[in-house]
């Protein structure tokens, strides 16, 4: 039935058909937790009654307009938004990768403006920064972009969590004008950088007259305990990218600005049909309304610290296990081999996880689950990955008699 598909995904084989909070249940009635909301989609859980309701009467409403003409929605989550990032306009778009575009074209507009004809845009090895030609070539992933050269000029890279190499690359290229990194990296494998990262890259990008570009598409919207993780540093970016939990599965993307960088792009310098479109906004205000008036990213950074505290316990021992980290319910499972097949086991066991940079265990669970929930995924996970690290070994062991 999939082969009108095109293959871009290799899929696990089971379709969901309902869900209710933290729960899951698939086309024969089975119940799973979902221990990664979409891939940090659904903070909310599955089926909020508030949004439903909100999307509900919306689409009984008004479903489209135009960007031609005002849209209310998005004027009033505009405002909500930048209050509570501390920005001062928006900019709406339909996915984390369309967010990252209007940062870089933001950044490049402002440099033209200034004389720089070449700009450049800093950003980090090991980084996901979306699946588009200019954020692929964003991402520092070279499995991601091969076959798709040429890719997009003006791009410089250097390692993450390395504030010399910044230093570096500030000495040897002029034409740099923004610096665009995640605060803790997803799909690179939960990369939590060192305290003084991000207050060091802001320090660089005020001496540089650089822009600080946050993508925070995977980390924002209360995920790590915060509503947004940079108030972890105590700084501020020039530029914010959401998108994912912002929505709680509606598409929508944001690209938020201060300062200088909130009055760069101009009428005709940007756009799309469907951003900010009535229905998406309403749903992402809702989603806003609900995080912060239950102070969701409080309970976060608690359950989540509970969750790796419980996790580092149970597996101890295991020689396998480099490390548990993360921040809030963000949190990766570095094992010391690749462990790809553990996604499997677990969807058997009725647990929804995720393996990224082929060896981190990925747990980013809705900010809704209950103490029960978060207890439940402490003892699954930590069984699974004792058995798979189990099995790995006694493979070994035969294969050595
Ligand atoms: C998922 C993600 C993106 C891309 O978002 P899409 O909606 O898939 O385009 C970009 N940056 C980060 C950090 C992400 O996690």
């Known amino acids: ?45 599955h089926a909020h009654p508030r949004v439903a309701e909100a999307v509900c009467a919306q689409a009984g ?24 990032a501390r920005m001062e306009r928006v900019f709406f778009g339909n996915s984390g990768a369309e967010a990252n575009e209007a940062a870089i074209k933001l950044a490049r507009l402002r440099a033209h403006r200034r004389g720089i004809e070449k700009p450049e845009v800093l950003v980090m090895e090991k980084s996901f920064h979306g699946r588009t030609l200019a954020t692929l070539t964003a991402t520092g992933n070279r499995k991601a972009q091969a076959g798709f050269e040429p890719l997009v ?64 598409i995977q980390t924002g919207m209360g995920r790590t305990g915060t509503l947004f ?19 709680n599965g509606v598409p929508i993307g944001a690209c ?31 989603v806003l309304d609900v995080l912060t008036s239950e102070r969701l990213h409080e309970r976060a950074g608690a359950v989540g610290a509970r969750i790796a505290d419980g996790l580092r316990a149970a597996l101890a021992d295991l020689p396998g296990v480099v490390e548990v980290r993360g921040r809030g319910l963000m949190i990766g499972i570095q094992l010391d081999r690749p462990c790809a097949p553990l996604v499997g086991q677990a969807l058997d066991a009725g647990i929804l996880i995720n393996v990224t940079a082929e060896r981190v265990v990925r747990l980013l669970p809705p900010l809704i689950i209950d103490d029960a929930q978060a207890q439940q995924i402490v003892d699954s996970v930590a069984q699974l990955v004792r058995r798979f690290l189990g099995e790995q070994a006694e493979t070994a062991d035969s294969r050595s008699l």
């Open 61 to 84: 409403m008004l479903l489209h307009t135009s960007n031609i003409y005002r849209i209310p929605a998005q004027e009033s989550l505009g405002e909500r938004l930048c209050a509570a």
């Open 256 to 286: 938020l600005a201060r300062g200088e960088a909130a009055e760069v792009l101009g009428p005709g310098s940007h756009g799309s049909t469907f951003g900010g479109n009535p229905l998406a906004c309403v749903a992402a205000e809702t």
């Open 1 to 45: 039935m999939a082969n009108h598909l095109m293959a871009t995904y290799s899929r696990l084989p089971v379709a969901f058909v309902r869900g209710e909070g933290a729960w899951l249940w698939d086309s024969d009635h089975k119940r799973y937790l979902d221990a990664l909301s979409g891939i940090a989609v659904c903070g909310l859980g």
């Open 153 to 216: 000029q003006g791009f410089v890279r250097v390692p993450y969590d390395d504030l010399q190499a910044v230093e570096t690359a500030a000495s040897n290229r002029p034409n740099i004008v923004a610096v665009l990194v995640e605060p803790i990296q997803g799909e690179g494998g939960i990369v939590v950088p060192s305290d003084d990262y991000l207050p060091g890259l802001r320090a660089l990008c005020d001496r540089y007259q650089w822009l600080l570009m946050l993508d925070e």
């Open 229 to 247: 993780a940079h108030s972890h540093a105590g700084i501020l970016p020039d530029v914010m990218t959401l998108a994912k939990g912002l929505g």
